[in-house]
């Protein structure tokens, strides 16, 4: 089992910044994407960004250019910096762990709120 904490979720005026962190835990060998995720209210959970163990990154198109995704092997930590916010961001942002043990094992965090304001 994984277990994941989020972190860095609040309130920000449009324009402003937020950066995310991931910080897995527990059976934590072999993870081998980190991602994030997320919902708005009546909406459907989308991707907004991931990333492999070899820093391979895929992002929405709604996202590139202003999100960056990173994350810190050696700590089991993804990080999601997010700048130019817009309102349409305003969600709760998933953490999301893919571990490869043969099959593939996903795990996901509790989530942390984003809100950005106009």
């Known amino acids: 089992q994984v277990q994941l904490v989020e972190s860095g979720g609040g309130l920000v005026q449009r324009g402003g910044s937020l950066r995310l962190s991931c910080a897995a835990s527990g059976s934590i060998t072999s993870i ?55 309102p349409e961001d305003t969600a709760v942002y998933y953490c999301n762990v893919v571990q490869r043990i043969g099959p593939d094992y996903s795990y996901w965090g509790q989530g942390t709120q984003v809100t950005v304001s106009s």
């Open 32 to 86: 081998y994407v980190m991602g994030w995720y997320r919902q708005a209210p009546g909406k459907q959970r989308e991707l907004v960004a991931t990333i492999t163990r070899d820093v391979i990154t895929k992002y929405a198109d709604s996202v590139k250019g202003r999100f960056t995704i990173s994350r810190d092997n050696a700590k089991n930590t993804a990080y999601l910096q997010m700048n130019s916010l817009k």
